[in-house]
């Protein structure tokens, strides 16, 4: 395994048998293998020659609680011995406490419908929502990303995938999404009580507290407002999708804390286990309960006991270590380290997040997003220096969102380093 190949720019530590026999037998969308990854340990990962690298990306929001928890760790070993696996039209211990748990971070009122990914428990909140109102259309948001299945797809605005993959449906509207940085004086409180207004007996309005995958993106308060209030006045549901930014990522258990919305769904998943078993539910007011009918809501692995045991587990690591607040405190720290660079490096067009989901988003001189070059050049820079950062899909934002459990000084570190690598660029003229 000691081959290391210049996979994309001389950074990769994927051996060479590796990359060879991934590709050779492995369907993948994108043939970027940044890292062959073997191990993990609390904020880092260790790739396939011993390499540790500080992650900043926690698998895409899913390792919050680091990568091998011991008391994950734990719980998994011991639901492994005693029973992994039950029949999903029973019941067990796990199941009911994990709802429990769930009910209490929302502050009661709600009933938990079991799924195995964020994909899977979208499409049940939109079930949900079609069969509790009698109504097809869902409001949802240009580049918006929900996941991989048809109706997660079409409810999503990611544009490569409307029209040829997804079939067209009349019954979505897709709004934009509040990006202040390129606004051009646009109003998108209005656009959203415009939109609800103008379909035809919405079900639903589906959004994420942050839109992750657009590149960190936010609406002001008056856009939440929006939401919720227009969303209330032609009876449209609001469906929240917390897969990216729940248990505890924005410094609140859930994002949409932070925003004054009263979701009538909440979608979780991801770090729910910490990643360590697939699991993922939509929560819905106790009285959706009874839209909850028939075959097209069970889900086989849907919250298995060695799930539970491995979400109760990452409930409790994140509340006993305090990670929800730790997360607020260090993304400030983040905020006030890196603001500086957008008077200081052209290319730096905004510094932005909340609790540790942050970006930073780079433009060229006429303010549109960079080509991948610029961008793989600077995550290449950071592996060189044992930094594992990703930049978002839409917009070239370099996306920092590290396990919660990094450490005060490996997280200054990493800042200190990425500002560096980003004035060290601009010095040579590489932001281009
Ligand atoms: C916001 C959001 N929703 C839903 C999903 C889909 O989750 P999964 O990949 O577990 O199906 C993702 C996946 O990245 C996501 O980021």
């Known amino acids: 395994m000691s081959t290391v190949i210049d996979d994309i720019l001389g950074t990769s530590s994927v051996s060479s048998s590796l990359a060879e026999r991934d590709r050779r037998y492995v369907a993948r969308p994108t043939t970027r293998i940044p890292v062959a990854v073997e191990g993990g340990e609390g904020a880092y990962l260790i790739d396939a020659d011993g390499r540790r690298l500080l992650d900043l990306t926690s698998g895409w929001?899913?390792?919050?609680?680091?990568?091998?928890?011991?008391?994950?760790?734990?719980?998994?070993?011991?639901?492994?011995?005693?029973?992994?696996?039950?029949?999903?039209?029973?019941?067990?211990?796990?199941?009911s406490r994990v709802a429990e748990r769930l009910n209490e971070l929302l502050g009661g009122g709600y009933k938990a419908l079991c799924g195995a990914t964020g994909s899977e428990a979208v499409e049940a909140a939109l079930k949900v929502a079609r069969r509790a109102t009698?109504?097809?259309?869902?409001?949802?948001?240009?580049?918006?990303?929900?996941?991989?299945?048809?109706?997660?797809?079409?409810?999503?605005?990611?544009?490569?995938?409307?029209?040829?993959?997804?079939?067209?449906?009349?019954?979505?509207?897709?709004?934009?999404?509040?990006?202040?940085?390129?606004?051009?004086?646009?109003?998108?409180?209005?656009?959203?009580r415009e939109s609800l207004r103008a379909?035809?007996?919405?079900?639903?309005?589906?959004?994420?507290?942050?839109?992750?995958?657009?590149?960190?993106?936010?609406?002001?308060?008056?856009?939440?407002?929006?939401?919720?209030?227009?969303?209330?006045?032609?009876?449209?549901?609001?469906?929240v999708d917390e897969v990216g930014t729940g248990f505890g990522r924005t410094g609140r258990d859930f994002g949409y804390q932070h925003r004054g919305l009263d979701p009538d769904i909440v979608v979780v998943a991801k770090a729910l286990t910490s990643g360590a078993v697939p699991?993922?539910?939509?929560?819905?007011?106790?009285?959706?309960?009874?839209?909850?009918?028939?075959?097209?809501?069970?889900?086989?692995?849907?919250?298995?006991?060695?799930?539970?045991?491995?979400?109760?587990?990452?409930?409790?690591?994140?509340?006993?270590?305090?990670?929800?607040?730790?997360?607020?405190?260090?993304?400030?720290?983040?905020?006030?380290?890196?603001?500086?660079?957008?008077a200081e490096v052209q290319a730096v067009a905004d510094v932005r997040g909340l609790g540790l989901e942050l970006g930073i988003e780079f433009t060229d001189a006429e303010g549109r997003p960079f080509a991948r070059p610029p961008?793989?050049?600077?995550?290449?820079?950071?592996?060189?220096?044992?930094?594992?950062?990703?930049?978002?899909?839409?917009?070239?934002?370099?996306?920092?969102?590290?396990?919660?459990v990094i450490s005060d000084e490996q997280w200054m570190g990493a800042l200190d380093a990425i500002a560096e690598e980003i004035l060290d660029m601009d010095r040579a003229g590489e932001w281009k």
């Not at 869902?138 to 040829?164: D, N, R, S």
């Open 61 to 95: 929001n899913v390792a919050n609680t680091g990568w091998n928890h011991p008391r994950v760790i734990a719980a998994l070993a011991a639901q492994a011995s005693q029973m992994p696996f039950a029949p999903p039209w029973c019941t067990h211990d796990g199941r």
């Open 134 to 192: 009698g109504r097809q259309a869902v409001v949802g948001f240009t580049q918006a990303y929900h996941g991989g299945t048809l109706g997660a797809m079409q409810a999503g605005g990611v544009p490569e995938l409307q029209g040829i993959d997804v079939p067209a449906t009349e019954y979505h509207r897709h709004v934009p999404i509040p990006d202040a940085l390129r606004a051009q004086g646009r109003d998108y409180a209005s656009l959203v």
């Open 199 to 239: 379909t035809p007996e919405p079900a639903a309005i589906l959004l994420e507290s942050v839109f992750t995958n657009p590149g960190v993106i936010s609406g002001d308060d008056a856009f939440y407002r929006a939401v919720q209030e227009g969303a209330r006045e032609v009876g449209a549901l609001v469906i």
């Open 279 to 342: 699991m993922a539910g939509a929560l819905i007011r106790d009285e959706l309960a009874s839209a909850v009918a028939g075959p097209g809501f069970s889900s086989t692995f849907g919250w298995t006991p060695i799930a539970c045991a491995a979400a109760l587990a990452s409930l409790d690591v994140i509340r006993d270590e305090g990670l929800t607040e730790r997360a607020a405190v260090l993304g400030e720290r983040a905020i006030e380290r890196l603001s500086p660079l957008v």
């Open 375 to 404: 961008m793989e050049n600077l995550t290449s820079r950071l592996l060189r220096r044992g930094i594992f950062a990703e930049p978002s899909a839409y917009t070239s934002t370099l996306l920092l969102m590290p396990p919660l």
